[in-house]
């Protein structure tokens, strides 16, 4: 890039990241450039981010679903087997398809608007992942076992669809033991995070199951303010 030359999605992407430490591949910087241009060309015509410009693109939608990585990273150390990826509410990919631009296995996407779910297949196949990425028009009560890959190790993800507790009860009544799920929200004055609450807090709620802490990242959006994502681990299914 030449000097006072505006920066690519790429280069702009590679800064952020480094900025917040995430290690990314190049090719996953490639996929997710792809993805900022095609959310502000094709998906300017549906809605799909409201009035975002590439840089709060990048911070509140890209970097900030990218804050999972780390706390992925950091489990992935003791586990055996990849995990897939389920996101519920998936929208224009936010956290879903940025996560699998970056992580090598399989994700369901959930999505159960029409123009929204269409977007996620053009995406997914323009960003060259298209032949691991599945989009189910559907909400999540509407998918079968087979369709969220049931018996297979899972990480449940969404972001700015359920507030943090229903987020976990919905998924503690499609969760096994093992499964994991992650959870954003904002960490300002007033908004404290599950885990600061006590991860356990519904232990004896058959309805919630039990979550087990796995790990948790603090972080600043600009113009947002600070927020925090929490990795938790299923280790009782709900009764049912």
Known sequence: MTAGAPQTPHEALAALARREDLRLSDEALGRLATWSELVRTVGARTNLVGTLDEQRV????VIDSLQ???LLAEAGAAADEPRHLVDVGSGAGVPGLLLAACLPGAATLIEPRMKRALFLRHAARQMGIGDRIA??????????????HAGEARLFVSRAVFAPDEWRRRVAERAAPQD????????????????????????DDPAVGTWTLVGQRRYEVPGIGPRVVTLLRCERPPER
């Open 68 to 70: 999972l990585l780390p």
């Open 180 to 203: 994991t799920i992650a959870v954003w929200r904002n960490a300002g004055p007033g908004s404290a995070s599950a885990t600061d609450r006590g991860a356990d807090d519904d232990t």
């Open 58 to 61: 990048h911070e509140e939608l």
């Open 135 to 148: 989009v189910h028009e559907a909400r999540l009560e509407q998918c079968s076992d087979a369709q969220l």
